[in-house]
């Protein structure tokens, strides 16, 4: 059973070429680096091909991590009523317990490991990446394939990539981190950032990478990203769709949201994906172990608030044991009002495994079968960032900007999966009608794909539970290396609608 293997693969492939940030003590708030002259950082980048070694598994680390069984995916995931579990695992319960409580940031707590690994795998792929954008742009380091053709641009556009992927992924999920490029002088003394600043440093990363890929010819070696033909077009594509949505993606509520640049978003989301990025497992180097917790049989299901959203006959809560007597018969075809995927992505279950004394809130009546395929075999393509997830961005955009254009924003979703996969009547060039599609195919088509989705959807729209914490506070581990003071969020821990939601679905 997959459940066997967690220990293992946990352990396994966990920082893949990967250099670690060396952090040393010094002062609160503040972190100390070593310096670029440190004789491992030497040895580690002393020619090409070590530095090529290197970028070659950024991408994927990335991919690990975010999609990781001990990391925060799964208990956002919950923590956004968009899955299900009463089980203990991964801080699911934790996070999603009704009322929510506040989070357990202190070293001993027992699934502290989510945030730890999460955070400082983070900066090991940043350190890795600062460094090889130094070696090739500060000491002039070429790098050539075997048949002689100079790579370096290439690898660099990786590593900026890498950055932008790194940095900005802290910088959705914490409130403030340690902003650190191959620029940072590491002889001095690295302040503490707030999030926004995390965020706009990452997406000045990504903007080199775009620079670079437009201005250059490249493909990426076949094993950097499997099942991709990643050209310098494919790359720059994806660039733009994750600086997008970095923007889109970390308001903690609804007043910075509309404070977005949405004009900015635009021109990010229009140069973005025409594919869908998925590469293809292995089961070996590259596994998503987000999509195997959350679908496999006996662990998540699916939130009735998202089974609610797809067919409202159904309750948008579980109640008592006296909800299963009150369900109605599901549909398996296309129904006018329902949308198709209740039956083609999801899949109706008679029976729920939960506690009943963990609380019937957990409770549902359908799981996620659209990933069913890779629970058999392992070696199928796993989604992060879909092309639909580019083209809701891109009508969000045109919702919002400055002089909305209606018209496009609603060709947009009604050209895309809202009608073609869903099965729902086109909306109108009207911005309620065209937001709540927008919120809709987020919740429904993006399910369970890159990490966090729901979660930064639901949190920007003030939709999380009352006292969900909206970021996470730097691990506590992490605070005492730094001598710096333990804080944490939720509940009632924080600022009311800007750590902790004020907010709620069903309020």
Not at 217 to 224: R, V, Y
Not at 335 to 358: A, H, L, N, P, W
Not at 435 to 450: K, M, Q, T, V
């Amino acid at each position: 059973m997959r459940k066997l293997i967690v220990a293992m693969k946990t352990m396994k492939n966990y920082f893949i070429l990967t250099i670690l940030l060396a952090f040393f003590l010094s002062g609160c708030e503040s972190l100390d680096v070593k310096n670029e002259n440190d004789p491992d950082f030497a040895t580690a980048f002393s020619n090409p091909s070590d530095v090529k070694g290197v970028a070659s598994s950024l991408i994927n680390s990335w991919f690990q991590i975010t999609q990781q069984y001990d990391g925060p995916a799964l208990m956002l995931w919950v923590g956004a009523d968009a899955g299900t579990c009463s089980w203990g695992n991964a801080a699911m319960r934790d996070f999603s317990w009704e009322p929510r409580q506040t989070w357990d940031n202190t070293p001993s707590y027992g699934n502290a490991v989510v945030t730890e690994n999460y955070y400082k795998t983070l900066y090991s792929i940043l350190s890795s990446s600062n460094e090889v954008v130094r070696k090739l742009k500060y000491d002039g380091m070429v790098i050539t394939a075997d048949d002689g053709t100079d790579e370096t641009k290439m690898i660099q556009a990786v590593a900026h990539l890498a950055q932008g992927l790194s940095l900005g992924y802290i910088g959705l999920v914490f409130d403030k981190a340690f902003i650190v490029t191959e620029s940072t002088d590491l002889t001095q003394t690295i302040p503490v950032s707030p999030y926004k600043e995390v965020i706009d440093t990452a997406v000045v990363c990504l903007d080199k990478c775009i620079a670079i890929c437009s201005a250059n010819t490249f493909t990426l070696p076949s094993t950097w990203v499997p099942g991709i033909e990643m050209t310098n077009t494919k790359l720059g594509e994806l660039a733009n769709t994750v600086a997008g949505l970095l923007l889109s993606y970390s308001p903690r509520n609804k007043a910075e949201n509309d404070a977005v640049d949405w004009d900015k978003v635009l021109s990010y989301a229009n140069k973005g994906l025409t594919y869908d990025f998925a590469p293809v497992m292995d089961d070996i180097n590259w596994y998503t172990l987000y999509h195997t917790y959350a679908n496999y049989s006996g662990w998540g299901m699916t939130d009735m608030r998202i089974v609610n959203m797809m067919d409202s006959r159904f309750p948008s809560r579980w109640t008592d044991e006296n909800t299963w007597n009150i369900l109605p018969t599901p549909v398996t075809s296309h129904t006018d009002g329902i949308d198709d995927r209740i039956f083609t992505d999801f899949q109706y279950m008679s029976s729920c495994g939960f506690k009943v004394e963990r609380g019937y809130y957990h409770f549902s009546c359908y799981r996620f079968k659209r990933r069913d395929t890779y629970l058999s075999t392992w070696t199928e393509p796993a989604p992060v960032f879909y092309k639909a997830e580019n083209d809701l961005l891109k009508a969000e955009a045109l919702l919002k900007k400055s002089g909305p254009d209606l018209a496009t924003a609603a060709q947009i979703i009604n050209d895309g999966t809202r009608v073609t996969r869903g099965g729902l009547s086109p909306v109108a060039a009207n911005a309620g009608e065209i937001e709540a599609a927008i919120f809709h195919e987020r919740n429904i088509e993006l399910f369970c794909s890159g990490i966090g989705i729901e979660f930064f959807t639901m949190r920007k729209a003030d939709k999380l539970q009352p006292g969900t914490p909206l970021h996470l506070p730097i691990p506590g581990q992490q605070l005492e290396v730094n001598l710096m003071d333990y804080y944490t969020f939720g509940k009632d821990q924080g600022v009311a609608g800007q750590d902790y939601s004020n907010g709620g679905w069903y309020k």
